[in-house]
């Protein structure tokens, strides 16, 4: 059938959520929604705790999406890892019994987010506890006194950002499963060896069959150009009526003008623009989703939704659920650019007349240090929807930690022998899990993650073992190593923070002092030693054409 897709908004749609004006911060962006049936799931990105950047909540539709429960925090950051500062931009899919959730993080709190790699983690319940992919295997299982427990686990990325950390980076995950295939699309923003930005969506893909299969990814190069810096994130769904891979995203984003960009594909590798829809879209939006089933496959006769985030206060930002129809045409573009948004004045919610719980984090990171034999308070804290924070003393039931490691009486804990242990903590319906970790010199408290420089670094590892720069795309990579410190805190380092670089190849390529590789022009593979103190790797460099 040679018939392009045709996405139609067929009026203004309506706000599924709201900040309240007192606040500062509120936002529901980037959802992801599936659809099974009249059942409707929706995962959004969120504001954090204030030590994290943003939290996912969740929430569910028992009636094609027209009235919504109460949301949940189902995901938070891991303490001490590659995910500590956020998780971001949620995308969802659902293959046999497990929910996969793909999402954005990064360790470079201090530039405002920046240097971005993507993660996959999944869990058997839509609303979590989520376990992440690690590199190896999922999540993190240890054998105890207790028996055996299975925690969250040190997330690895599945796809690393490998070039100048200022750069924003790699993320903003969406996923297709097609005939036990998943295609996993992400952004790439930074820039070529020339100072040009770089702003694409790439695509890999994985047998969904494998267990493993964030591991064996296969990577495909660029699936679509961004249409330029207005062009947000897509969403990706396959399309069965028309056999055709669709992506949504928003465009000239934040703007009086936005409007929603549609491409479609023959083989989900690469797409070609073929709608511009205006029309009853809401102005300044951006982050947009659209639903699909658990594989994110549409068809006529599906509840079919889309949603973003609109507003013209940063931060302070509405969500907006559509329902829209599609319809095959002749044509291979439909353009709406002439036609005017609306101008939607953001209705902002009432402080709830009634606190229900919605989140439950502890203390600063969800961490705590604390030396052998030293007893702590557990400063557990509840939210609601609008952020209004309160100690539950007495009220949290704590389980899942290493009884060998720490002992828990009530709300206070002792550190009984060197390690650490996380621990499971519940209340009014709402979960985290947090990291305990004893030592016998650490001062005791929760404290704040910094890459102290003055810290002692007591190990420096690769964060991937080879790297691959392209003479034709003039690509600049950039070679940083994960540094342990004594406090069991974790950074990525280059060059600015003290790393050396000795050049085993300078024929094939120079190393700038922060790490930058530069090819000469020749093809071929090298090798260079990364130094952080006492501690260094190597890893090899391919220039290819």
Partial sequence: MNKHFKLILPDEGRDIYAPAKAQAWGYRYGPTIMVEGNVCHAWFASPGDGCEADWFTYRRSEDGGKTWSDERTVMSPVPDSM???????????????????????????????????????????????????????????????????HWMGQPAPVIYYDEDWHNWGAGEPSFVIKDETIYMYYTWSSKDRDGTPIS????????????????????????LK????????????????????????????????????????????????????????GWM???CGISGDRHHHIKSGDTLLLAYAY??????????????????MDEAFYDERHLPNVHHEMTYAGEPALYKTTTLCMGNHHRLRLRVGDTADIP????????????????????????????????????KKEGYTYVRADCDGCFCEFLITVTSTMPLGWQD?????????????????????????????????????????????????????????????????????????????????????????????????
């Fill in 83 to 149: 995910d500590w500062f956020s998780v971001c931009d949620p995308a969802v899919i659902k293959y046999g019994e497990w929910y996969y959730m793909g999402y954005t993080s990064t360790l470079f709190a201090n530039g405002g987010g920046i240097c971005n790699n993507a993660y996959v983690s999944r869990s058997k319940s839509p609303d979590g506890p989520f376990e992440r992919w690690t590199g190896h295997g999922w999540g993190e299982s240890r054998e105890t006194e207790a028996g055996i427990l």
């Fill in 200 to 223: 694409e969506t790439r695509v890999a893909t994985a047998d969904i069959t494998d267990e493993n299969w964030p591991g064996k990814l296969i990577h495909h190069g660029t699936a």
């Fill in 226 to 281: 961004r249409l330029g810096g207005g062009n947000d994130s897509c969403d990706m769904v396959y399309c069965e009526d028309l056999d055709r891979f669709i992506a949504l995203s928003t465009d000239l984003r934040f703007s009086e003008d936005s409007y929603l960009a549609v491409f479609e594909s023959n083989d989900g590798l690469r797409f070609t623009p073929v709608n511009a829809v205006k029309a009853n879209v």
């Fill in 285 to 287: 939006c951006h982050n």
């Fill in 311 to 328: 507003g013209n206060a940063w931060g302070r930002w509405a969500t907006r659920l559509h329902a829209y129809v599609f319809e095959a």
């Fill in 380 to 415: 557990a804290t509840i939210g609601n929807i609008v952020y209004d924070m309160r100690l539950m003393p007495g009220n949290v039931v704590y389980s899942n930690y290493d009884p060998a490691i720490v002992e828990i009486n009530g709300d206070r804990v002792t550190g």
């Fill in 449 to 545: 993650w910094k890459p102290y420089p003055e810290k002692e670094v007591v190990a420096f590892e690769p964060m991937i073992p080879s790297y691959t720069a392209s003479l034709e795309k003039r690509e600049m990579k950039q070679i940083r190593g994960m540094a342990t410190y004594a406090d069991g805190c974790r950074f990525e380092l280059c060059g600015s923070d003290g790393v050396t670089y000795v050049n085993h190849t300078p024929e094939l390529f120079e190393i700038r002092p922060d790490g930058n590789v530069l090819p000469t022009g020749k093809i071929g593979k090298g090798r260079i030693t990364v130094t952080c103190g006492d501690c260094s790797f190597d890893v090899s460099f391919n220039v290819v054409v």
